[in-house]
């Protein structure tokens, strides 16, 4: 049974007023602007019409937002903790439904939207003890006289989301801001903007100021409003890298920090000494989670040459089994790609794999359920391609798709400068039992997040970004701190002023 109401005016509270701040949802007034579709990844129904924000409103989220930093940002970590934890304990209550609307607008497995929500509430749990946590430092200087700096917070956050983690990228920027004494208006993806206005409730619910997390929705131009708003201190992105560029220039015009995490074009190196059965559930791990949808993805799978063969056999027997289908269903491990035009997008890719002489071994096509409420779903087989090379379109461009590349090579110096060969430096994955070329491979490779003997392991302890292209700053991890507050110095003279004039 999914949660809207499919009959004339019969539509689920849950898609009114997608818009929250001053401690409410909000209906916009005055509405210029076109209203878009909003779509049911696995029905490929419309769910509701999304209307833009325009820059009243934009500016009316903003004030509630600052005016809830001034409240905020006074309390003690111990308090912003306190909240934080009761929002991470109704997420938890919440957690299936949360998980169920997440699949109808997203339209991965609910197997892993409920994962996703567990995501959103350990990193809500997280951020609340870094808040008891933040301190400066005492530097003693001659003469009795000292020094200490003050770590404070910057004012109101823009968080940015995007569409393939819509409400755990909202509590992944959430939750270090707020936990540092900082407010955030947050803008979700235009294709997946019903979850964030949940976490805006929950939040509110948790005792948390009116304001603390708004929510504004919108594209482009939205977007472009928030990063140039004159009260805004801070913008964190998730997107891509073109978009990603374009916020930073914008941010650049008010001299405001961003944190961007961005594109990736990964390496997965499988060295001929590895488990064979880790490496192949760990490549299927590195590319079709999110039917393939996910920024961080090991899609340039390196496998050395002596094992190429088994490899590709057990790769493809698993691909091949992997259940597509309704997301709401537990057995589903694959649902539906996000939209029509991403979905054709992709399909285009594994076209022009075999124009330039990839071989597919399996998957690859438009893929339609048995039930026939799902016969418009976007849907496509988890696809691997062999024989692939470095200078082809699937190895060079991020496909953000369930499309594998596999490569073969023979050397660790080969296979090291091949997988840097890249504008991008996300993540990065080795398989082998050689613990001392796991470290060295590791210690040589371009990225920002990287796994030994697994992948796409997030955990919310640990902090998350990418090197050259993929953006800058990090989410998660007590270093997450740093980007969410600034550095006040404080002189204490003890003495007389010792002045040359």
């Known amino acids: 049974v999914r949660f809207v109401d499919t009959r004339p005016g019969g539509q689920s509270s849950v898609l009114d007023s997608l818009n929250f701040w001053s401690g409410g949802r909000v209906s916009l007034k005055d509405v210029k602007t076109k209203s878009e579709p909003v779509y049911e990844p696995a029905t490929g129904r419309v769910l509701c019409q999304l209307q833009a924000c325009g820059a009243a409103d934009v500016d009316a989220a903003v004030r509630s937002a600052s005016a809830a930093f001034t409240v905020w940002s006074k309390l003690a970590g111990m308090e912003r903790a306190r909240v934080m934890l009761e929002a991470a304990r109704l997420i938890g209550k919440r957690r299936e439904e949360i998980a169920e609307i997440e699949v109808v607008n997203n339209g991965k497995s609910i197997t892993e939207a409920r994962l996703d929500v567990d995501s959103a509430r350990l990193c809500i749990e997280y951020f609340a003890g870094q808040a008891t946590t933040l301190s400066g430092q005492h530097v003693q200087l001659p003469g009795g006289s000292f020094a200490y700096t003050r770590r404070e917070p910057l004012g109101v956050c823009v968080g940015i989301g995007a569409w393939n983690y819509p409400f755990q990228i909202a509590a992944w920027k959430s939750a270090p801001a707020i936990a540092c004494g900082n407010s955030m208006v947050f803008k979700p993806s ?14 509110s619910q948790a005792g948390a100021p009116e304001g603390l997390f708004s929510v504004v929705q919108g594209g482009q131009e939205t977007g ?147 039930d026939p409420k799902l016969k418009d779903g976007y849907y496509m087989t988890p696809c691997v391609l062999d024989g692939c090379t470095d200078d082809m379109t699937c190895v060079r461009e991020e496909i953000f798709g369930p499309v594998m590349s596999v490569l073969s090579f023979d050397t660790e110096d080969e296979v090291l400068r091949r997988a840097n060969d890249s504008a991008l430096g996300l993540a990065a994955g080795v398989f082998t039992k050689d613990v001392k070329r796991a470290h060295r491979v590791i210690q040589n490779l371009q990225a920002g997040s990287c796994f030994i003997n697994n992948y796409n392991i997030t955990p919310v302890e640990v902090p998350f970004g990418g090197y050259k292209a993929s953006g800058i700053g990090r989410e998660n991890g007590q270093v997450t701190i740093e980007f969410y507050t600034q550095l006040k110095t404080v002189v204490v003279e003890m003495g007389d002023v010792d002045s040359l004039f």
């Open 190 to 203: 235009p294709v997946t903007p019903v979850t964030a206005v949940l976490l805006a409730e929950i939040y």
């Open 224 to 370: 472009s409003l928030l990063c140039h708003h004159p009260s805004v201190a801070k913008v964190s992105f998730t997107g891509s890298v073109p978009t990603g560029k374009k916020i930073m220039e914008m941010a650049s015009r008010g001299v405001k920090p961003v944190t961007l995490e961005l594109g990736g074009k990964s390496p997965l190196i499988i060295f001929e000494d590895t488990d064979l059965e880790n490496a192949v559930r760990g490549a299927l791990m590195a590319n079709f989670l999110s039917q393939g949808q996910v920024c961080s993805n090991g899609t340039r799978v390196f496998v050395q040459s002596s094992v190429l063969p088994p490899f590709l056999k057990e790769v493809a027997r698993r691909t091949k089994a992997i259940q597509i289908g309704d997301p709401l269903l537990d057995e589903t491990r694959m649902g539906a790609l996000v939209s029509k035009p991403h979905l054709e997008k992709v399909l285009g890719y594994v076209k022009q794999a075999k124009k330039e002489g990839a071989r597919v071994l399996c998957g690859g096509e438009p893929f339609i359920p048995a």
